[in-house]
């Protein structure tokens, strides 16, 4: 078992310094640019290399294109510690090499992402992933259900014309007696005061909560006077606790330092296994065009978190259980 590093020009001077964190893999050097996927196989199957750390921005963008994600120019920061499979070669891109020196926490992100494939035992699995659509015949067993869970995490879907909540889902997180994890995911749809009464009951579940940086959640919540009970737990909070000195507390930075599932593996949000946005608009009651409006122009709204990343890319459902869940152990 070998390994590849397919970098540029500009990391030759530091390549020295990425050696100990191979952990003994016979280890090759390419500073080629070598950009097509073929040319990359022919050039792994030639030395039986099947891992490969890339800070190439070419093949970058060619596997983002292999899974219809077209990203004309993709910047490496934003996809440093993604994992992809191609043809059985696992690649890790990891940012520029001269970030071990000019940036304080460089060497420890370089590291981290290498261990991806040095150290794969080393990495949490993540839970396999359950979700359903909630409906009227649905929501009391899921009710009953997310009553015995340890905790739940909780993610609203918006839109701006008309402005409104479209979907929450709430995520269980359960421990068997083994210790085993398992989660699931009802997404409820927000078309009338049904799931308005609703949302209301599930969000006043006595179990804690988890968000990911749930300021925005919540005032949109508080504006369908819809609080939540016992939100405790925040992976934005837990992360910035944790590794301050990043700064960011994205899900950019936190899919790539405690995620290690290929991009190309099952969706790990229930908006992926969509294959039209159709569905996910499609909320167009009166509820939604006059209700929240009036509230909105009232209450101010922060905007939305941004996502560097598609959505799948990112911090999963499940991974921000992960997350929350390590805090609380």
């Known amino acids: 078992m070998n390994a590849l590093f397919l970098g540029s020009s500009e990391d030759k001077s530091y390549l020295p310094y990425l050696k100990p964190m191979f952990k003994g893999l016979t280890t090759y050097v390419c500073l080629e640019d070598i950009g097509l996927l073929g040319q990359l196989e022919m050039y792994c199957v030639k030395r039986s290399i099947t891992k490969v750390v890339s800070t190439n921005t070419t093949l970058l963008r060619n596997l983002l294109n292999r899974y219809q994600r077209d990203v004309e ?21 990891v940012s520029p090499l001269k970030q071990i020196f000019t940036v304080s926490y460089g060497r420890f992100l370089c590291e981290r992402f290498i261990s991806k494939l040095t150290q ?14 909630l409906d009227p015949g649905s929501c009391d067993s899921a009710y009953s259900r997310l009553e015995s869970a340890l905790f ?31 989660t699931h995911s009802y997404v409820l749809k927000i078309e009338s005061d049904f799931e308005i009464a609703w949302m209301r009951k599930f969000n006043a579940l006595a179990a804690p909560k988890a968000f990911q940086n ?16 016992n939100w405790v737990l925040d992976t934005a909070n837990m992360f910035h606790c944790w590794y301050s ?11 790539g330092l ?32 006059n209700h929240l409006p009036k509230l909105g122009s009232r209450h101010r709204i922060p905007a939305r978190r941004t996502r560097s990343r598609p959505r799948s890319l990112s911090l999963s459902i499940g991974l921000s259980f992960s997350l929350s869940l390590t805090m609380t152990v």
Not at 73 to 93: C, K, R, T
Not at 120 to 133: G, N
Not at 245 to 255: P, V
Not at 267 to 273: D, L, M, T
């Open 214 to 229: 749930g300021k925005y959640d919540n005032t949109y919540l508080l504006a369908y006077q819809a609080p939540v009970e």
């Open 73 to 93: 120019s993709p910047a490496l920061d934003d996809y440093a510690g993604s994992l992809f499979v191609h043809n059985s070669i696992e690649i890790v891109f």
């Open 120 to 133: 794969p035992e080393k990495w949490r699995e993540p839970t396999e992933f359950h979700w359903s659509l």
């Open 258 to 289: 405690f995620g290690r599932s290929d991009l190309d593996e099952t969706p790990r949000c229930w908006r992926s296994q969509f294959t039209t946005s159709s569905w996910f608009a499609s909320s167009s009651s009166p509820l939604c065009s």
């Open 152 to 182: 739940i995490s909780v993610d609203i879907e918006t839109r701006k014309s008309p402005l409104c909540i479209t979907h929450v889902s709430y995520t269980g997180v359960w421990v068997s007696d083994s210790g085993v994890l398992s």
């Open 245 to 255: 000195e990043l700064g960011s507390r994205s899900l950019r930075i936190a899919a």
